[in-house]
């Protein structure tokens, strides 16, 4: 048994290895080439075997899908430590960060902000909903401003970053910038509805998907 053991620990240690090769090999070759670079590519960056890739990962779907779930995880716990500072710019402050992901993951930011990892979505969202709060308190941001505006301002950021990161890269941190300044505004700007919760959760899901109003 323990000579068993002995050999099964290596390999062990070789497969985390390999898998963070590809994690990482992947996300430079999806934000360079986008979702239609090719897991041999993919597998060429990392140096290792395309079987390898396909062990792990059935498709590339489920490969992007593991980065996305990841780098959202990531963007939870940036939330968390946002809301941590209890002072009213954690909002601001997220924003900015999710701005520089979706830059950085250009190639599939799409994949951050649908993402079929339902709970994931939402733990972020129920955070960026705490922080907008705190910036209610603090008067950083007009208490007119809902969880939608908040939402429909990623979307906004990804639509800047997907349309010219190939020639401005940095032109979401201005669009960001306009629009914390109309945040801030005492009065609401537009007397037009904001995005709801529920459609969140549609928009998420499609129409005939699960609700998550609130």
């Known amino acids: 048994m323990a000579a068993h053991d002995t050999q ?4 062990r240690r070789d497969a985390a290895r390999n898998h963070q090769l590809v994690m990482e090999a992947a996300r430079a070759v999806l934000a360079e080439f986008g979702t239609d670079a090719s897991m041999e590519l993919i597998a060429s960056r990392a140096g290792v075997g395309v079987g390898t890739v396909y062990r792990r990962f059935p498709n590339k779907e489920a490969l992007v899908d593991e980065i996305a779930g990841q780098i959202l995880v990531g963007l939870v716990e940036q939330a968390r430590r946002a809301l941590d500072r ?10 900015r960060v999710i701005g520089r ?16 990892r339902a709970t994931h979505v939402e733990q972020l969202r129920d955070l960026i909903e705490q922080l907008l709060a705190q910036a209610h308190e603090s008067g950083r941001i007009g208490a007119h401003v809902t969880l939608g505006d ?11 970053v997907e349309t010219g990161s190939s020639v401005v890269p ?3 941190q201005r669009h960001l910038e306009i629009h914390l300044a ?26 005939t998907g699960p609700e998550a109003a609130r």
């Open 86 to 95: 209890a002072d009213g710019t954690g909002l601001e402050t997220l924003l």
């Open 150 to 160: 908040i939402m429909t301002l990623v979307w906004g950021l990804r639509g800047v």
């Open 170 to 172: 940095d032109a979401w």
């Open 8 to 11: 099964a620990r290596p390999m």
């Open 182 to 207: 109309g945040l801030r505004c005492t009065r609401p700007p537009s007397a037009r509805p904001a995005v709801s919760r529920a459609e969140l959760a549609r928009i998420d899901h499609g129409p």
């Open 101 to 116: 992901s979706l830059s950085e993951h250009h190639g599939y930011a799409d994949k951050l902000v649908g993402h079929t």
